[in-house]
């Protein structure tokens, strides 16, 4: 009941009676991890309504900081036991290229992800292709994004697809591109797989390639 | 006959007027503000450029000459790194200080205004402005900290309030202070010359002044993206007084272009467009301010420059609503026969040749969507040919393709 309350006022932006509803739970006694799931839903419907276009930056970046709120409150309340862990739909690396150092659209591409059940490697701004590559082998993705804002990102997708290539790992990972000045032709210059417009583009294109609608 | 530098200089500023003000120019103009492609071009890294005027100036000459651009930017886009180095800019990388030697210069995100920093910001910018924002952007101006309120001097107020300057680290402060500003003298006396320069040899500058609009100025070096994303659902009433004293700002910072021969006032836009926030949040928090704005900016003289960043196209049905003939619009990505078609006879347009295409595209794929550009948004005038966005690793014979077939096939019979 409670819980479901809590869900409608993160996901609706009524961030201080989200708050207010989760300290109340908290005091009461509540699970703590039914208070971060409550947490998570409302993260789910956030997702959806910002694929829907219902949503934009603003509502994902408040939710994401009622999460944060709601996160410190009820983490002190955790003992031992942790929650039951859902299997991730897929596992992506994400990054900006070498040279290029803006965050906020790959941040909302992570996210977006991450809303969708995908466990985000998230390397960063600057990354150089050697780290993709590192990153790759170790953890073994079906997914890898490469945002890029500026100019420079084609060559250095470029040259990052390259070596993705070189080491072997080609076949392993479906490759997706993003940022203001990528399009398709883009993506064929640069050899990935295929370019997202935005971030529910990217989640499309993820569940595609991890075998969903 | 040859024409004098004195008639093409008048022919030029008069072609890029007519364009701006919707009237049907000899010909379709190309100018925009290109970065690093000057540069390279040149065979000049940005860092050498950002060090030694007087090489970036040789750089845009040489740009200038082959080229033939109506309007010309010059180093203004390349800033000075001395004293920016000199200052500890916080808020910045450029190169050689945080990223490679040829690499443009990126803003980096933070908070410079804290969310519970709005009243104070509202009741008195400059104080705010002295003792928050400039220790916190600047290393060397930490000590502005300290920095009296002036508004508290009147009558004896002074007593108290001056001993603020005592203080060492005030000093010290200020003594930076004093440096940067000759420090900084030296690069706008490089961008005087080159203007002087350029006259000489028949081409205007392209810019009076450089402003931002109402809400990126709160967005960009004050609260940040995220910021001021929270602040539209968390804090409205608050951001929308803060609006209230950034569109006087934006007018104070873009009315030095009145008086120019080309009174172009650039408004760098960067978060306004789709994808940020919805038609609503737009309505409410964005469009009512820029629009002030630029009626505040048109009765003062200027003819206002939006330079969009990105895909602009549901915005359009807002852009409409501006003086006839004072506003020209720059797309970066747009549906541009919708533009052409909504805006024709109010404002015009420019832009929108893909930067990509320049990079990774051949002089005839250049050719063509010039073509189409010409003939689509071109038509009755109203169109000045331009990149989607500032412009940086591109091929030259690329750039060159754009150039000659915009002065051949754009030429109004």
């Given at each position: 009941?409670?819980?479901?309350?809590?869900?409608?006022?993160?996901?609706?932006?009524?961030?201080?009676?989200?708050?207010?509803?989760?300290?109340?739970?908290?005091?009461?006694?509540?699970?703590?991890?039914?208070?971060?799931?409550?947490?998570?839903?409302?993260?789910?419907?956030?997702?959806?309504?910002?694929?829907?276009?219902?949503?934009?930056?603003?509502?994902?970046?408040?939710?994401?900081?009622?999460?944060?709120?709601?996160?410190?409150?009820?983490?002190?309340?955790?003992?031992?036991?942790?929650?039951?862990?859902?299997?991730?739909?897929?596992?992506?690396?994400?990054?900006?290229?070498?040279?290029?150092?803006?965050?906020?659209?790959k941040e909302i591409v992570a996210f977006m992800l991450e809303v969708n059940n995908y466990q985000v490697f998230d390397l960063g701004v600057d990354v150089p292709a050697e780290r993709f590559v590192e990153k790759i082998r170790e953890v073994n993705p079906e997914i890898v994004g490469m945002s890029g804002f500026l100019t420079l990102a084609f060559d250095q997708m470029r040259l990052t697809v390259e070596a993705i290539k070189e080491a072997g790992l080609r076949d392993k990972v479906k490759i997706m591109i993003g940022g203001a000045p990528m399009d398709e032709e883009a993506a064929k210059y640069i050899g990935a797989d295929a370019y997202g417009e935005d971030a529910a583009a990217a989640v499309k294109l993820a569940n595609q390639w991890t075998g969903g609608n | 006959m040859e024409k004098s530098p004195e008639e093409l200089y008048q022919e030029r500023v008069k072609r890029v007027l007519d364009a701006c003000t919707g009237k049907v120019p000899d010909r379709v103009p190309i100018m925009g503000p290109y970065e690093l492609f000057v540069y390279n071009y040149a065979g000049v890294t940005i860092k050498e450029a950002m060090n030694d005027y007087a090489l970036a100036r040789r750089a845009c000459h040489k740009f200038l000459d082959?080229?033939?651009?109506?309007?010309?930017?010059?180093?203004?886009?390349?800033?000075?790194?001395?004293?920016?180095?000199?200052?500890?800019?916080?808020?910045?990388?450029?190169?050689?200080?945080?990223?490679?030697?040829?690499?443009?210069?990126?803003?980096?995100?933070?908070?410079?205004?804290?969310?519970?920093?709005?009243?104070?910001?509202?009741?008195?910018?400059?104080?705010?402005?002295?003792?928050?924002?400039?220790?916190?952007?600047?290393?060397?101006?930490?000590?502005?900290?300290?920095?009296?309120?002036?508004?508290?001097?009147?009558?004896?107020?002074?007593?108290?309030?001056?001993?603020?300057?005592?203080?060492?680290?005030?000093?010290?402060?200020?003594?930076?202070?004093?440096?940067?500003?000759?420090?900084?003298?030296?690069?706008?006396?490089?961008?005087?010359?080159?203007?002087q320069e350029i006259k000489q040899k028949g081409f205007p500058l392209a810019y009076g002044a450089f402003s931002w609009p109402p809400f990126d100025i709160i967005g960009d070096t004050l609260r940040g993206t995220r910021g001021i994303m929270s602040d539209m659902i968390r804090r409205p009433d608050k951001l929308l007084k803060a609006l209230e004293i950034t569109t006087q700002l934006c007018i104070e910072y873009g009315s030095a272009a009145a008086g120019a021969d080309l009174p172009l006032t650039w408004i760098w836009m960067h978060k306004g467009s789709e994808g940020f926030m919805s038609d609503e949040q737009y309505a409410t928090f964005y469009w009512p301010f820029l629009k002030r704005a630029i009626e505040g900016l048109v009765e003062r003289g200027c003819i206002v420059v939006i330079y969009c960043e990105?895909?602009?196209?549901?915005?359009?049905?807002?852009?409409?609503?501006?003086?006839?003939?004072?506003?020209?619009?720059?797309?970066?990505?747009?549906?541009?026969?919708?533009?052409?078609?909504?805006?024709?006879?109010?404002?015009?347009?420019?832009?929108?040749?893909?930067?990509?295409?320049?990079?990774?595209?051949?002089?005839?794929?250049?050719?063509?969507?010039?073509?189409?550009?010409?003939?689509?948004?071109?038509?009755?005038?109203?169109?000045?040919?331009?990149?989607?966005?500032?412009?940086?690793?591109?091929?030259?014979?690329?750039?060159?393709?754009?150039?000659?077939?915009?002065?051949?096939?754009?030429?109004?019979?």
């Open positions: 009941m409670t819980k479901e309350k809590l869900v409608d006022a993160i996901a609706n932006m009524r961030d201080q009676e989200a708050i207010q509803i989760a300290k109340q739970m908290l005091d009461a006694g509540v699970d703590p991890h039914v208070v971060l799931e409550a947490g998570h839903e409302a993260m789910a419907i956030v997702g959806e309504r910002y694929e829907r276009k219902e949503y934009y930056l603003p509502e994902l970046v408040v939710a994401g900081e009622i999460l944060k709120e709601i996160a410190e409150l009820a983490k002190p309340k955790i003992r031992g036991e942790t929650a039951a862990q859902t299997t991730p739909r897929g596992k992506v690396v994400i990054g900006t290229v070498e040279g290029d150092i803006h965050d906020i659209g | 082959d080229f033939q651009p109506d309007a010309d930017f010059g180093p203004v886009l390349a800033y000075p790194a001395k004293p920016m180095e000199f200052l500890g800019v916080k808020w910045f990388k450029w190169a050689g200080h945080g990223l490679g030697d040829n690499i443009m210069y990126q803003f980096t995100e933070g908070e410079y205004m804290k969310a519970e920093e709005y009243d104070e910001f509202i009741y008195d910018p400059s104080h705010f402005m002295a003792t928050k924002w400039l220790p916190r952007s600047f290393k060397a101006l930490e000590g502005f900290a300290g920095f009296p309120p002036m508004r508290l001097m009147m009558w004896f107020g002074w007593t108290g309030l001056l001993t603020a300057f005592a203080n060492p680290e005030m000093q010290q402060a200020l003594q930076n202070a004093i440096e940067a500003g000759k420090q900084l003298s030296e690069w706008f006396a490089s961008l005087g010359q080159y203007t990105g895909n602009d196209t549901p915005r359009l049905k807002y852009f409409v609503d501006v003086p006839k003939g004072k506003v020209v619009y720059h797309f970066a990505t747009m549906d541009m026969a919708k533009a052409k078609e909504m805006l024709h006879g109010i404002a015009a347009i420019s832009g929108n040749v893909p930067n990509r295409l320049l990079l990774t595209g051949t002089p005839d794929d250049v050719k063509a969507y010039c073509k189409w550009l010409i003939d689509t948004v071109g038509k009755d005038g109203g169109y000045i040919m331009d990149t989607s966005a500032l412009l940086d690793e591109a091929k030259p014979e690329n750039v060159k393709a754009m150039f000659e077939f915009t002065r051949e096939y754009g030429v109004y019979r």
